[in-house]
């Protein structure tokens, strides 16, 4: 588990980035972390994986902290970031200086992932397109079987047929001792595995709940098919000349959860969001 106590961070003295912040993550689940341009989504990974330090407050995985950097917490979590460098190395150099540092690595699954995302392993990675770097490091960071893998925009510069690969190699690793977490902007692309969705804005956790809950709860869709009242209108906004609408439960509907839709809803106002979920009772549901 994941434990996020009280959290205060700021890369300037007049403005916080976290403040308070307070949240939890589970084995045995996709987490979409979702949150606006600066709302701390990259910074939260590296203050996770120990690149940055809490400026107040604690981050524990199964209640080692992160301010030691200790091997028995840096070897727990593996981090994809969104920018990253190589040396001008080959992948099989590669793996024989940083695989030690991961004990679960599997030389025959980086090989599976390899002919999967089509990239050859005899190849110098400096000269691989940026597509084939990220898929390398996807490669690389899913066989590492880090009990916590933190994907920053994971499907930036993968091709669609790359992006399926990535969606069916994720959901077969899923196993109830290990927790992924990816952040990205294009929730399209991971709509399809998430099963919890975490929201942060203006340095505090703003909704956070599994997508059983929110489909139970919350109905999404053209206001005129789903007959829902105007009270019971969460939120609502146009898109192609009808309303496309967040609203309660009420008649047990069964809509697939509009991510896009809902982050809108929470940005705009979470705490009607919120009050929605106060009587659902669930351990993957953070009260605010």
Request: include cysteine.
């Amino acid at each position: 588990m994941i434990e996020i106590k009280n959290l205060e961070f700021a890369y300037t003295k007049n403005k916080k980035l976290f403040e308070n912040l307070t949240m939890k993550f589970n084995p045995g689940s996709i987490y979409g972390l979702l949150g606006k341009n600066g709302s701390g989504k990259t910074t939260l990974m590296k203050l996770i994986s120990g690149l940055r330090y809490p400026q107040a407050g604690s981050i524990l995985i199964d209640s080692v902290d992160s301010s030691g950097r200790l091997p028995a917490y840096l070897s727990k979590i593996f981090l994809i970031p969104e920018e990253f460098d190589f040396p001008s190395i080959s992948i099989d150099s590669y793996i024989r200086l940083y695989s030690p540092f991961y004990q679960n690595f599997q030389d025959t699954q980086f090989e599976y992932y390899l002919t999967e995302f089509e990239v050859a392993r005899h190849s110098i990675i400096t000269k691989l397109s940026l597509g084939q770097k990220k898929k390398f490091l996807l490669a690389f960071g899913l066989a590492c079987n880090t009990a916590v893998l933190l994907m920053d925009e994971p499907t930036n510069g993968l091709d669609i047929p790359s992006k399926v690969q990535f969606r069916k190699i994720l959901a077969s690793l899923v196993d109830d001792k290990r927790i992924f977490i990816i952040s990205t902007h294009q929730v399209k692309d991971i709509e399809d595995i998430i099963d919890n969705i975490s929201i942060i804005n203006q340095g505090k956790l703003r909704f956070s709940a599994n997508l059983k809950d929110i489909s139970e709860t919350l109905v999404f869709g053209d206001n005129e098919e789903l007959g829902i009242d105007e009270s019971d209108i969460i939120y609502k906004e146009l898109q192609l000349g009808t309303y496309r609408i967040v609203g309660k439960n009420v008649f047990s509907q069964n809509t697939y959860p509009d991510l896009e839709l809902l982050f809108n809803a929470v940005i705009n106002d979470s705490e009607k969001i919120n009050n929605t979920f106060n009587n659902i009772k669930s351990d993957n549901y953070v009260t605010i």
